[in-house]
């Protein structure tokens, strides 16, 4: 989704500019990070850049699903027979969480983890799980079983079988706080993304107001190939001390009988969603953006889904019943090339 | 360890039964029977006072120097019931608004002095650049503070030494030295292993520490840059060997149970060509007594192969690695028994025979011993926790005082000159006796 070439030119710009450019890489939560900083001194920016992978690494070990020991994995095997205390860090993560669940409408949602398992298991079987399997397993999710005690610092579920996963959110948490240290560090421009869905533009480029990112259109059933480069984008985005996040569903998918499922779930319905080939969301930061970008996988074709906050910027791509693609957006430009005429 | 032991009559455990029917000898049997309170390895006393103690006491803990390491630390407390971050000292305005952020509740202060005079705060960890320890722990022991200080405890002899004395002078409140090893149980679980002779006669030990990082830091004004990179300032620096090779080359001195007669060093930039003289890779060999030699190689240009330490013994290998443990037998060496039913996990052409610390305890817990253990903390937080019950029930003596901070500190500065040297540095004896 993020395209290279952009960065090639920054690049370039850099130099004519003074800048040197130094590239640093980890693998973390699943994907692999990469920061693109631009600054006078190289072993200044290597230095800055470090502490911030530091950042992403430190915040997976405490975040994890995966991870028995990290906080989120001691939370979800006793939240449900007590109160468990949390860092006032990930309190907060928590309380955002709830926020954006009420301002998504319940379309994010960070406990619909075992309505996941349940569709994953289903994966190579004849037929989708049953509905009174599905309605068993709902019963255990939703924030409304979540509950945050501001005072104590502490989380508690409201039955066994609750489980939370920030995965959603993770990778914009990990570049809003990695862009944080940077900017502690000196460091003014830089480029940040976690496995290219979320993105993150630090100040901006040498040679131009925002860093340039290119959205390219998802591979659509019954579309002619775009083949150039100019035809594939589908928005360029700038960012300038902003956020992007991609959430697309034509990559994990659930094969069940002749169908296959994308891996995000509705809530609402315990079914995974159909409909949004890809939706993008743009703000402030790299949390509500992964959010948001989640939250319009859930929405329904044709509706506006959520009332964006000011500041937000959204787009969907949403393919019909018979396979017809359409576009929505708002706060953020489609591309529409040198030629003027919409890309779709 | 003998309260780990199975009651008379207790049913047999299905992992043995299994086993016993798929090896079906009594003599194995007993042998397994046998191998189990190798396993057993004793919690670190910490974990064992914290079950004795039932009060609601929390301990109010000041840290002073709120860095990347003082932040680990504060968030390790943090999940402890025990203790309280109630305020945290930082000279650097950036790191007070982090704390500000991450502990509402805590005071925080830009002069550790101020800290000191709170009197509510009755210990303190200290995890400020080491050349400034010195003077943080002796105005905190003075003011009657309880502490744990960072290892290494000092970047000279000299400092080090005064520390130690002032610690030794203390008494009556606790001086913890941050060996996080000493207090590992996974660590504590292979020193009686190796102790007890499980892998014969110590033949020689390899460690190393592998990672591909700058050690540079960055900050947004020229002179806080400066005061932060003290890693890399040839006056103030410890080197890798004082800063990170410190706690294996513990782990080699506790499991030897001596310190290096000798040490021979070198040192390169091999890397990291900033204008840096602090070497990023550096080889060191430690004579131990009886002729048993450490080798230990650190570099920040690599990361292959991580972190390891290994001891090697006429009858076997152990190997420690990211809180795990796994040990590889000569053919030729005696059964201990326990390990035909133990976890193998293959190296290369190697198999490894996993040491489970407290497997038996797992097993009463439900917990398959032959699986990670998902409720092991980190060396730090055992570290952390023993320092803790230490403050509210004690003061007992630590796995880490002064003595082991002190030893630790000066052999890891004394290998830091033969390395900066490219020489084989003598460690006299007295130099060690001069703290006892």
Redesign the interface.
Known sequence: VLQQRPLAVHEAAASRAGDVVVRLACLAMATRFELVLHGAS???????G??AI?AIH?LED?LSFFR??S?V?RIN?SAASGAV?V???LFGLLRRARDLNAVTGGRFDITTGPLTRCWRAAHGDAAAPAAELIDAVRACVGMHLVELDEAACSIRFERPGVEIDLGAIGKGYALDEAAAVLR????ERALLHGGTSSIYGLGAPPDGAAWNVALEWPPAAGESPRESPRERVLALVPLRDRALSVSAVWGRTYQVGNDAFAHVIDPASGLPVTGVLLAAACCSNGADADALATALLVARPGDEPIQLPQGWGAVLVTEGPSGEVSTWSKGMDLFTGSSGSNGK | MASDREEPGAPVRELDRREFLRHGSIASMAAMMGGVELHAAARPAAAAATKRRRSDAVASIGIIGFG?WGR?IA?TL??M?AARVAAVADTFP?MLQRAG????GAARHEDYRALLDDASITAVIIATPTHQHRDIVIAALDAGRHVYCEAPLAHTVEDAGAIAQAAKAAQGQVFQCGLKYRTNPQHRNVFQFIRSGAIGRAVTARAQWHRK??W??????TAR?RELNWRLDAALSPGLIGEIGIHQLDTADWVFGGLPVAVTGSGQVSH?R??RTVPDTVQAVFEFPGGVHMTYNATLASSFDGEYDLFHGSDGTVMLRDSKAWMFREVDAPLLGWEVYARKDRFYREVGVAMVADATKLEAQGIDPTKDD????TPLYYALEEFVDNVLNGPFPPAAGFKQGYDATVAALKANEAITGNTRVSLDPALFAAVE
Not at chain 2, 101 to 104: E, V, W
Not at chain 2, 216 to 221: G, K, P, V
């Open positions: 190289a072993p200044r920016l290597r230095a800055a470090e502490e530091s430190r405490r028995a020991r906080e994995g095997a205390r860092t006032p860090e502690e560090a000196g460091v | 990347e680990e968030a943090d999940r019931e950036v952020r991450s502990f509402p990082q700058s540079r830091r960055a900050s947004a004004t840059e990291w900033d204008g998902p409720n092991v903390e």
